[in-house]
């Protein structure tokens, strides 16, 4: 599964790296910006995209919402990884299009099955 | 003697106000007209200018421009409660003031009374304070989540199998960065619950299925305690409720249960009828018990009892405040029934919700009164919402006026429970607007007000058939919707008739 994920902080997405890593079926490819994201996701094929809710420029509900309006990466699942978790956010963030809301800061250990989860669902 | 007061009289009650105004750090007003005709030497201060040029002048004139439409409304509605506002000093500048206005004689004619108080400080703490949320929020999670993630990977072994001493030191590090987040979450919860700004969902909740649900979440952290945990149900009604929150309050009391029950101890979570009108969840454990002394702490913040012991079993301390305050704010109460050595019983309640079908499709359906609930804030109108439900009240609810008009024109209520400050008025906009409406002209009112009517209040008292001052009980609410409904709709038709 082909997974790119978008985090400003560099030691954040060191962790993603190395977190995500551990379920072998996960191909991963970091980016530092939601502008930088919508350009990957129309380059290449993604099966979902991971995004930070706060980043300078693009923040993640922009980046979620220009990618639901592009018809080339609508069709591509959306999750938010964010460190604010009021429901406001939340349902802002679902009513965006987005499938599910992941909780920073989050268990390395769990986050890959956590992310399944939320795909399945 | 009583009668008019003397010119002496009258003299020495201005001097009176005079001397009392010229010490208050308020700025105080007398307006005629909306004209400043008395103002005492704060309100000069407050404005930048020197009293003589203050008076004659407008109200406007010391309002900023995008203020005075809002300042007009308020006059207006005759509404007593404070209004927030931008005040105009004379050299241009803007600031925030709270304005209380009263109705007053002044000399013999009707008039004004105004106080003005400069709230740029507190607004500013308010700003302060939100800004501070929001950084906790944001800033202090995302490093925390590169701690958190660095240690968790070590620790499993992620980047290497680690020697037993540094995996020891990693374990505690990580553990302590866990305690960290659940303290941080608890903090913001807790100012999030306290400043009103939890947004619940109230709905009819399945108490066992919510119970059952929550007890399976903890089956693993009992495991790991070598706790286990039965359930009784001895009450099945829907209870009114915000999902997650009781899950959350439940999931607090119960970890708590296990967290301090001894080895092979059972925890036992009940549900049961409480109070007149309310479902009882309870969890019991086999702890240690709680002194009375102790007991009466409990719930506030920060209140570990053997705080060593607590923090060595990784609780922040705020479980209980938060579970508190939720409680409350979903119009029920919380408490613990213990004995030292003999275990522990917290309990809340949750006021019931009639159940759905009760009046659905029967006669007694039609003949319920309908009442139309017009209030903005959702708190009030939730609670408000249950206790008229439970009355067997069908409620139609109103968040403004203009909800309030088109709710009037749809179906006409048994009664109106109205609020007078509303986000598009007053209420006495509505009133006046039942006045004039075919159909509508006999249909009771009972104001909700934070403040006593005034003598302008009074006057229009006609339509209300009764001023209930918030906070107030149940029982009181229904009495005067009884009154409204019945008696007293009946007593102002035979006088109007008899007019």
Not at chain 2, 238 to 262: E, M, W, Y
Request: glycine share 8%; charged share 30%; proline share 5%.
């Amino acid at each position: 599964m082909r997974l790119l994920c978008a985090d400003d902080e560099e030691d954040i997405r060191t962790i993603l790296q190395l977190a995500l890593s551990l379920d072998p079926e996960l191909e991963v490819e970091l980016v530092d910006s939601g502008e930088a994201a919508l350009a990957r996701a129309r380059m290449a094929p993604f099966d979902a995209i991971l995004l930070d809710g706060m980043m300078p420029g693009l923040d993640g509900y922009e980046t979620c919402r220009r990618l639901k309006a592009d018809p080339a990466t609508a069709d591509v699942p959306v999750i938010f990884l964010t460190a604010k978790t009021q429901r406001a956010e939340v349902e802002q963030a679902l009513t965006l299009g987005a499938v599910a809301c992941l909780v920073k800061p989050f268990d390395p250990m769990t986050l890959a099955a956590e992310l399944r989860a939320a795909l399945a669902r | 003697m009583a009668g008019l007061p003397s010119d002496e009289t009258r003299q020495e009650r201005d001097e009176l106000f005079r001397r009392l105004s010229s010490a208050a750090s308020e700025g105080i007003t007398i307006l005629v007209d909306l004209h400043i005709v008395e103002a005492n030497n704060a309100f000069g201060r407050l404005f930048g200018h020197a009293l003589g040029d203050v008076i004659g002048q407008s109200l406007a004139s010391v309002i900023a421009p995008e203020s005075r439409e809002a300042v007009a409304r308020h006059v207006a509605s005759g509404s007593e409660k404070p209004c927030d506002v931008r005040g105009r000093r004379k050299d241009g500048s803007t600031f925030d003031v709270e304005v209380i206005i009263r109705s007053i004689t002044y000399r013999g004619q009707p008039s004004l009374g105004c106080v003005m108080r400069d709230i740029s400080e507190r607004k500013e703490i308010d700003r302060i304070k939100s800004e501070f949320v929001s950084i906790v929020s944001h800033e202090l999670r995302t490093p925390l989540t590169s701690i958190r993630g660095s240690l968790g990977l070590m620790e499993a072994g992620a980047v290497g199998e680690l020697p037993p001493k540094a995996r020891e030191l990693t374990r505690i590090a990580r553990q302590n960065a866990d305690r960290l987040i659940r303290l941080i979450n608890d903090i913001l919860d807790l100012e999030k619950i306290e400043a009103g700004k939890i947004q619940l969902q109230i709905a009819a909740l399945d108490a066992p299925d919510l119970a059952e649900s929550t007890v399976d979440e903890l089956r693993g952290m009992a495991e790991l305690y070598k706790v286990s945990i039965d359930t009784d149900v001895r009450c099945r009604e829907p209870v009114a409720g915000d999902r997650d929150r009781v899950v959350q309050i439940l999931t607090n009391l119960l970890s708590n249960a296990v967290k301090f029950s001894p080895e092979g101890g059972v925890v036992r979570v009940s549900i049961a009828p409480g109070s007149a009108g309310f479902l009882r969840f309870s969890v019991r454990d086999q702890g240690q018990g709680i002194s009375s002394e102790q007991q009466a702490r409990l719930f506030t913040r920060f209140e570990q009892l053997e705080a060593a012991n607590t923090r060595r079993r990784g609780g922040t301390g705020l479980g209980l405040a938060i579970s508190r305050s939720l409680v409350e704010q979903q119009g029920g109460r919380i408490g613990v029934e213990s004995t030292p050595g003999a275990g522990s019983e917290f309990w809340f309640e949750l006021p019931l919700v009639p159940l759905p079908d009760v009046h659905d499709g029967s006669a007694e359906a039609d003949a319920a009164p309908g009442i139309l609930v017009v209030e903005d804030d959702d708190a009030v109108a939730r609670v408000l919402g249950i206790m008229l439900q439970r009355a067997g009240h069908s409620v139609t609810r109103a968040d403004s006026l203009a909800e309030a008009r088109r709710a009037l024109a749809a179906r006409r209520p048994s009664a109106i429970l109205l609020d007078m400050k509303l986000p598009d008025g007053s209420g006495f906009d509505l009133i006046d607007h039942i006045a004039e409406t075919p159909g509508l002209e006999q249909l009771p009112v009972v104001v909700l007000s934070g403040v006593e009517p005034s003598f302008d209040h009074r006057l229009r008292s006609d339509r209300i058939v009764e001023w209930l001052i918030k906070p107030f009980a149940e029982r009181e609410l229904l009495r005067a919707l009884g009154d409204a409904i019945a008696g007293r709709t009946d007593s102002r038709r035979a006088r109007r008739r008899s007019a």
